[in-house]
């Protein structure tokens, strides 16, 4: 069966680093997501990955092996309104996304 | 972990037509029931929440004669796009939210791509 696995909740001190893992095993692979979501609000998009390798976009990188099924989020420079739920998501040979049960990420100060 | 699914998985229609998308939470009572439009390597867009037995409630910019949700039980939410266009193709997402003492919860499908002609 098709499966994501990330932690089910982390913590982390303002101004550290923080890495969220991914691991993911599918049918077939299109790409991976990370979003961002805080208590109530709709998801936001974080990144995309198809190819291996590490793409930065600012605080946040995200990285990619397909060999291994896995990817993780780094956020760098930890701000109290990064405390949010993390989800994974990939999308399989069929284009559906398959979705993590998300990382509560906790800041504390 | 909780299942959420969708059908159909695909749908191709021509323009003027309608379309139904079923959301199910396949092993919990899912008392709230969310739809979201996706746009490639885009947030989620949120249509509007569903609350069972009541009805929906639409976030600003979204048609409610255009997208009709009925979520008539604790385990089945639909949206039925009505008279669809060619821009209304995209990837609908639904999640379903279980009952407290959970509601920070949410467990997404894996998505309905609609293409209109």
Request: contains cysteine.
């Amino acid at each position: 069966g098709q499966n994501i696995d990330q932690p089910t909740e982390m913590t982390a001190t303002e101004g550290a680093i923080v890495q969220i893992n991914c691991t993911y095993q599918t049918s077939g692979f299109n790409g991976l997501f990370w979003y961002q979501q805080h208590a109530g609000e709709a998801p936001t998009f974080l990144s995309y990955n198809v190819l291996d390798g590490l793409e930065e976009k600012g605080r946040f990188s995200s990285f990619l092996s397909r060999s291994k099924g896995y990817s993780y989020l780094l956020l760098k420079e930890l701000q109290m309104k990064d405390s949010a739920s993390y989800l994974c998501a990939v999308m399989d040979s069929n284009y559906q996304l398959i979705w993590g049960a998300g990382t509560k990420l906790i800041i504390k100060p | 972990g909780a299942v959420v699914s969708q059908h159909p998985s695909w749908v191709i229609c021509k323009s003027g037509t309608s379309v139904k998308i079923e959301c199910r939470s396949l092993d919990f009572q899912a008392t709230t029931m969310f739809w979201y439009r996706q746009f490639p390597k885009q947030s989620l867009m949120l249509m509007a929440t569903s609350n069972e037995g009541s009805k929906a409630t639409y976030e600003q910019g979204v048609e409610k004669d255009k997208f009709l949700i009925n979520h008539a039980s604790l385990t089945l939410s639909t949206l039925t796009v009505t008279s669809a266009h060619p821009e209304d193709s995209s990837f609908y997402i639904c999640s379903a939210r279980p009952p407290t003492p959970h509601t920070d919860t949410q467990y997404f499908g894996p998505g309905t791509r609609l293409t209109v002609l």
